[in-house]
């Protein structure tokens, strides 16, 4: 657990002291935040076409 803890603090200091480090991790950040908008979207559009099916029936 020590050692997870102190790779996270090693790993946080690299990231505040190198900009391009930094604007990785921004990057592959809203990558990130963008699938999973795109997933919610497309889940939420399939339940609102079945309600529609259900409902049309």
Not at 7 to 20: E, I
Not at 26 to 51: C, G, H, P, R, T
């Amino acid at each position: 657990m020590l050692g997870v803890a102190i790779g996270m603090a090693g790993g946080a200091l690299m990231v505040a002291n190198n900009c391009k480090l930094r604007n990785l991790v921004k990057k592959n950040q809203d990558d990130l935040l963008s699938k999973a908008e795109q997933y919610i979207d497309s889940k939420l559009e399939k339940m609102e076409n079945k309600v529609d099916e259900t409902l049309s029936n």
